[in-house]
């Protein structure tokens, strides 16, 4: 007799995690009723961007995904340079030096000096070129900006350190200065590549 109720008891219960596992939602069901989570976006009881009487303002610091930086990548390491030509720097020079300096010692500066001459640590085993020749001085604003973003010659990339375009900028602004007040430096031949 008791080995028929342990029995009974048995299958009772075996058939009894059936129905809780089937039939209770799931605690990620769950989360989509509550409207206030961080994957709300991706909810299907919040849709904050498909109603137009919502407004639409960004957080600061935060990158729009429709209105971001063109791509000209590809014109540029085909030696195209027609894009960064174009490129009107939108920032106020005076304005950005100081966020300019703290970018270029952090980033530039191993490499093309702390004057920009070509002869940092980095830079003279790798041949980084002076950025205090004519040519240098020559090149569009433009053209430095999609250096920092996109490399050229020995130098990498980078945009995706300094990610804010405004950034780059100021190391643009601060590499101006720096060659408004350095002398030409013949330390890497051909300067800018």
Request: overall charge positive.
């Amino acid at each position: 007799m008791a080995r028929r109720l342990l029995a009974a008891a048995a299958v009772l219960l075996l058939g009894g995690c059936n129905w809780y596992y089937q039939t209770l939602p799931s605690p990620d069901d769950l989360m989509a009723a509550v409207p206030w989570f961080d994957h709300m976006i991706k909810s299907r009881a919040v849709h904050p961007y498909q109603r137009a009487d919502i407004p639409r303002t960004t957080v600061a610091g935060t990158v729009p995904i429709t209105g971001r930086e063109a791509d000209w990548r590809a014109e540029f390491a085909a030696a195209n340079t027609t894009t960064a030509d174009r490129l009107v720097n939108p920032t106020v020079p005076a304005e950005t030096l100081a966020r300019g300096d703290t970018l270029f010692l952090t980033y530039c500066a191993v490499c093309h000096g702390t004057a920009g001459a070509g002869d940092g640590t980095v830079g003279r085993r790798v041949g980084a070129p002076s950025l205090l020749t004519d040519r240098a001085r020559g090149v569009s604003d433009g053209y430095l900006y999609s250096i920092i973003r996109y490399g050229r010659g020995v130098m990498p990339r980078y945009g995706d350190k300094v990610y804010r375009p405004a950034d780059r900028w100021a190391i643009v602004n601060y590499v101006r200065r720096l060659q408004q007040g350095g002398a030409p430096s013949a330390a890497a031949p051909g300067g800018v590549r």
